[in-house]
């Protein structure tokens, strides 16, 4: 497909969303330092920097919109409350993995960020991940039967490593097992894997295929 043909489909999303997702793109590619301003607007319909600089006064200012973006949109997706039977289980999961296999750069964007060696950007990052943090906390409220309390952040990373980890590191088990980690089926394998782990997490067991799930120990 040609650039031409590219930019008039992009057309039909906003002129900031194009620039965003370059952003989120480039940035996950490359990280902080890698990108310029021209090379956002090389990946956008824009026709030059000054319409960049129209919407976003600085680099800095779109890594911090493209960031705060992408963990809101997450932020969204975290459940209110612990989920308590396996249906909410499954549809916490459903949510994440379909936004994640949806934005394949967002978690490799927010891998690279951590490991920028720009202290101004880490304090950022930090700043934005903390209401992350604090909804996953109240979202594993309740499990003090399954987990002790200095467990439970434990808990959080490694649920953080099982769902976002899998697309940061997409290109690494690409290379590893030969086979495209973001396709259809290795999805569709990664979405039931997450559901059953996630189920021995918080304690409950798959009956047969098809049936419920319910609590170790409990009926």
């Given amino acids: 497909m040609s650039q031409a043909a590219v930019f008039e489909i992009d057309e039909t999303r906003s002129t900031r969303d194009q620039i965003l997702d370059a952003g989120e793109r480039l940035f996950a590619e490359r990280g902080y330092d890698g990108v310029s301003m021209r090379d956002i607007v090389a990946e956008t319909a824009l026709r030059n920097q000054a319409s960049l600089y129209h919407h976003f006064r600085n680099k800095r200012a779109l890594y911090e919109a493209v960031l705060k973006r992408g963990l809101e949109q997450v932020l969204d997706l975290m459940p209110e409350r612990h989920a308590r039977t396996p249906e909410e289980i499954d549809a916490n999961v459903d949510h994440l993995v379909d936004y994640l296999s949806g934005h394949p750069h967002l978690a490799l964007l927010i891998q690279r960020a951590t490991l920028d060696g720009s202290r101004t950007l880490r304090k950022l990052l930090n700043g934005l991940l903390r209401p992350l943090q604090a909804e996953g906390r109240r979202s594993l409220a309740g499990l003090e039967d399954v987990w002790e309390a200095d467990e439970v952040p434990h808990l959080a990373a490694g ?17 590893v097992v030969g086979k495209d980690p973001l396709g259809p089926v290795a999805i569709a394998r990664q979405r039931r894997f997450l559901k059953t782990a996630m189920s ?12 419920p799930m319910s609590k170790r120990g409990g009926a």
Avoid at 200 to 211: W, Y
């Fill in 200 to 211: 021995r997490l918080f304690a409950m067991e798959p009956a047969s295929e098809g049936g």
């Fill in 159 to 175: 649920l953080y490593l099982l769902t976002f980890g899998y697309f940061a590191n997409a290109g690494l088990l690409e290379n």
